[in-house]
């Protein structure tokens, strides 16, 4: 463990709450379901609950805050990280914010279920935020109970820590913790509730800032905090940027497409599918943040989406995602016209997004493919080619492009079919299916590959040294979440514990460990939880 991590006593953690000291508070202090106008927050206690116990949590994020083992693991961590206890130096508070959801504006939402404890001011001088995520109900919780479950505490504490050991930018995960609480959930909306275990995660970022913080008070035409809140957010996140004016707002914004760009790159290089992208569901920072009804891509299908209540419309499909973040992008630009008042520069920034995008998605699969340069003439139709080569039958993703980095293109080029196509063979559901025809129109496509690898100047070694770093071998498949929640709910968390140390080294071969990377099994083709996942979750 490292020796910076000193912290033995929760008590000695460090809070500096920037947030709420520089920006408008509610000033209501009583906790009822409300509209709240002209802040950014409201503040409010978590909810004690009966029993508190912690079931897994990250060493890296108790690193960040300088938290010791002994820290994590004392009593006083599952009071203090399920809501019990209130350490001196938090200001708990639950943040005023809107959204379009399913492109429609909703209005305001907020937290309902997640209250920031406080910032953590850790020894090099880094703010990370503390937020409990089902800690009880909030001035923002309308019609719901502020709670969280297992199941979907699992499944984002898990996925948190598993897109961070994937390079992708996210919010953190702490701990999980059960509650000892049991909380009524209508998992299928079925009319049929059933009493699950209560968990809360905590989670960490730099900030919880959403494009719904922004949008609230544009909506409301409530221009001033709306400034107050830019300024700050350009201040404590961006300060590279230099002091808020209309020219710093206008990079302020590139900056946000640029990094949601990145962001979208990046799920779709490792085949995560977000489900929910909401306005209220878009980091400022370009974080992933929510994971609800998220899913990853086991057959490669751009319609797929994991969302039960996104099936009819598939709005959030996997090919989707890119489009939807530019048009996140244009409601984010929406609500800050107003300190700009002119659409042109904004609508510049807009472009660059798509151009950005493309070009960095162009790169990003070059890089999949394990090409050191990106040669546009012949790369580009391979990339735009592999698309349908990836749809001709059941094909999974992860393991299909683990798998292309087995390809040999030094030595004599082979002209046996089977041993051509012997190393993708494993990511193939149904090989019964790949008929002559199917294996033809692959074979096509890789023989133009090899032809193309054999134009780079690195040995297969080297090539497929580069391709294992952007091809994890190992994904939070959704039906191995599903296997951990079973298991916690039965109150064994082996499980829990031994994904989050698999998913540390998403990247690596790690021998002994291949069922995890197997392909998603039949039982779980059609099992809620492993394919189709409701808001609930
Ligand atoms: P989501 O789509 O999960 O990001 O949630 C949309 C909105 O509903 C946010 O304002 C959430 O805080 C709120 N919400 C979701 N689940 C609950 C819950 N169990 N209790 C209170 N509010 C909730
Ligand atoms: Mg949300």
Redesign the pocket.
Known sequence: MNSQQTIKNLHDLEFDNQFTREMPADPETENFRRQVSQACYSRVSPTKVRQPQLVAYSKEVAELLDLSTAAVESDEFAEVFAGNQVLEGMDPFAMCYGGHQFGNWAGQ??????INLGEVLNQKGEHWTLQLKGAG?TP???T?????VLRSSVREFLCSEAMYHLGVPTTRALSLVLTGEQVLRDMFYDGNPQREPGAVVCRVAPSFLRFGNYQIFASRGEIEPLRKLVDYTIRTDFPELGEPSREVYLRWFEEVCRRTADMIIHWMRVGFVHG?M?T??MSILGLTI?Y?PYGWLEDYDPNWTPNTTDAAGRRYRFGNQPQIALWNLVQLANAIFPLIEDAEPLQQSLDEYADGFEQGFQQMMADKLGFSTLQRETDLPLIEELQQVLQLVETDMTIFFRRLAFLKAEGEPTSDVAELMAPLMDAYYDPAKVTEDVRAKIVDWLQRYLKRLREEQSSDVERRERMNLVNPKYVLRNYLAQLAIDKAAAGDFSLVNELLELLRHPYDEQPGQEEYAGKRPEWARNRPGCSMLS?SS
């Open positions: 939402l907020g937290d309902g279920r997640a109900p923002y919780s309308r719901a109970d502020g709670l969280a929910v909401n209220d569901n929510d609800g808001c």
